[in-house]
């Protein structure tokens, strides 16, 4: 590492250390931690709350609104699934939607919501990765613009992001599938 890349550590380490930890940001309630052996990516219904998780044991469908396990299969092998297009076909409630997934194969979560509100992630430590959420149009990696940012999570992730309504975010691990929903007023 030269001195200019030590220096910039430095300095992304000197200032994310200013956001404030907190494992839930205002307005959102944690609904579940889930277990999942082997997880490979995960994906949200572009119709509802509905989680569609993939692992090396099958596929599983959680509710993000009510934090519950709804579907779940252990088949493993199948043409359900396409590693290089990034698809999958949902189970349970999902039986008829093809899910673009993200994870271990690549792809991504939309990384904001139409309130403007927004995730962010920062490795400093790398391999291990900070999780930032940040209210409307602020940034966690931006001096000045860090008022409302919070830092919710460090881990090896696999993929984290928002449902296509953006009223539900999630972030994912090898071993555990984490799921937020937003309080409705």
Not at 24 to 50: D, H, N, Y
Request: a negative charge; glycine letters at 12%.
């Amino acid at each position: 590492m030269n001195e200019y890349e030590k220096n910039n550590r430095a300095r992304l380490i000197q200032l994310l250390s200013k956001i404030p930890s907190q494992p839930c940001p205002p307005g959102w309630r944690k609904t579940g931690t889930f277990a999942v052996g082997g997880l490979t990516e995960i994906g949200f219904s572009q119709r509802s709350e509905l989680l569609l998780v993939v692992s090396s044991g099958g596929r599983g469908v959680i509710d993000c609104t009510q934090g519950e396990k709804i579907a779940r299969d252990d088949e493993v092998d199948g043409n359900w699934y396409s590693a290089s297009s990034l698809i999958c076909e949902g189970i349970g409630p999902l039986k008829d939607e093809r899910v673009q997934l993200a994870g271990l194969a690549g792809g991504g979560l939309p990384l904001s919501n139409k309130s403007g509100e927004s995730l962010e992630s920062a490795a400093p430590n790398w391999p291990k990765f900070d999780l930032f959420f940040c209210s409307p149009y602020k940034s966690a990696l931006i001096e000045g613009h860090q008022t409302g940012c919070l830092h919710i999570a460090s881990d090896y992730f696999r993929a984290f992001g928002f449902s296509f309504s953006g009223n539900s975010f999630s972030f994912a691990t090898s071993s555990d599938v984490t799921v937020f929903s937003k309080l409705m007023e």
